[in-house]
């Protein structure tokens, strides 16, 4: 039998090469919206991040959203991505 490869995604805020099915997808779609995609098959530019809120903190910081994305993110979209990872059930700090 033949081994099934793994699809690998990195962080935008550690850094880290880890498998897709690990990590949250953030889209921008093509009305220029950023958001949480949970299936991870809406139309639109896909960045990966953990479920962590120190890595999108990372990515913040560091500009990597932005940089991914092509566009600068408003505080408020920032302050809703923060309240998706929660409601997925994300620990905080981790």
């Known amino acids: ?5 793994i699809p690998m995604r990195m962080c935008l805020g550690c850094q880290e090469m ?5 990590l949250i997808r953030i889209v921008k779609t093509p009305e220029n919206v ?7 098959k809406r139309a ?11 890595c999108l903190r990372k990515a913040i910081k560091a500009k ?11 505080p408020e979209i920032v302050d809703r991505l923060k309240e998706r990872l929660v409601s997925y059930g994300v620990p ?3």
Do not use: H, L, N, T
Not at 18 to 22: A, G, R, S, V, W
């Open 92 to 94: 905080k700090g981790v």
């Open 64 to 74: 990597r959203v932005e940089k991914a994305f092509g566009q600068p993110v408003p």
């Open 34 to 40: 950023i958001d949480i995609d949970p299936i991870g």
């Open 1 to 5: 039998m033949k081994i099934k490869k």
């Open 18 to 22: 880890k498998p897709k099915k690990e």
């Open 44 to 54: 639109g530019r896909g960045a990966y991040i953990c479920p962590s809120e120190d």
